[in-house]
């Protein structure tokens, strides 16, 4: 059983200052992608009150659908993930929305951004980094991988360590989603 282990951070100062940080530090950069992440909240149970996300992702012609389970601890997003790619196009991504809302699900908002991709190897781990830019809500850096159960406590150490010695401020950690935010009206 996969879990995301993320921080996420608000940028407390330019974009080009991290990035010139996380290449110091060894990272990669991957790419860049623009991704439109259109979320849907179920018929029976609200999932902004028990913590969920179910969405379509789409990043170009590729399209993903992903559900989030709740947080399961304080300070990290760490959450069991389930994703699995779909079909190509906008009409597949256009047809699963159209699925989930036959099945009473109702759209709920969708969340664009660009994002920055970065990642880097440490003690066995890989970290991925993504500097995005969420229209209407603000810049981010989120730092993840994927944990077994097993193995969360040690890997949200390892996430807490690498954060520390990037120097990323813990004052500046966002645990609300970018669905949140952009909900909430939080522009930064």
């Given at each position: 059983?996969?879990?995301?282990?993320e921080?996420?951070?608000?940028?407390?100062?330019?974009?080009?200052?991290?990035v010139?940080?996380?290449?110091?530090?060894?990272?990669?950069?991957?790419?860049?992608?623009?991704?439109?992440?259109h979320?849907?909240?179920?018929?029976?149970?609200?999932?902004?009150?028990?913590?969920?996300?179910?969405?379509?992702?789409?990043?170009?012609e590729?399209n993903?659908?992903?559900?989030k389970?709740?947080?399961?601890?304080?300070?990290?997003?760490?959450?069991?993930?389930?994703?699995?790619?779909?079909g190509d196009?906008?009409?597949?991504?256009?047809?699963?929305?159209?699925?989930?809302?036959?099945?009473g699900?109702?759209a709920?908002?969708?969340?664009?951004?660009?994002?920055?991709?970065f990642?880097?190897?440490?003690?066995?781990?890989r970290?991925?980094?993504?500097?995005?830019?969420?229209?209407?809500?603000?810049?981010?850096?989120?730092?993840e991988?994927?944990?077994?159960?097993?193995?969360?406590?040690a890997?949200?150490?390892?996430?807490?360590?690498?954060?520390?010695?990037?120097?990323?401020?813990?004052?500046?950690i966002?645990?609300?989603?970018?669905?949140g935010?952009?909900?909430?009206?939080?522009?930064?």
């Open positions: 059983m996969q879990y995301e282990v921080q996420k951070f608000r940028l407390g100062e330019p974009a080009e200052s991290i010139a940080r996380l290449l110091e530090f060894g990272a990669t950069a991957i790419g860049e992608v623009r991704q439109a992440d979320y849907f909240n179920h018929p029976v149970r609200d999932f902004a009150t028990t913590d969920e996300a179910l969405r379509i992702r789409s990043v170009g590729q993903w659908l992903t559900w389970g709740p947080k399961i601890d304080q300070k990290t997003k760490t959450r069991r993930e389930i994703e699995s790619l779909l196009g906008s009409k597949t991504a256009e047809e699963i929305g159209e699925i989930l809302t036959i099945l699900f109702h709920v908002a969708v969340v664009r951004k660009v994002r920055k991709k990642e880097v190897e440490r003690n066995g781990r970290f991925e980094f993504a500097l995005d830019s969420v229209d209407r809500v603000g810049e981010f850096l989120e730092v991988f994927l944990a077994e159960k097993a193995d969360l406590q890997a949200q150490d390892a996430l807490s360590s690498l954060c520390a010695e990037i120097g990323l401020d813990d004052s500046l966002e645990r609300k989603s970018y669905l935010l952009l909900l909430d009206g939080s522009d930064s």
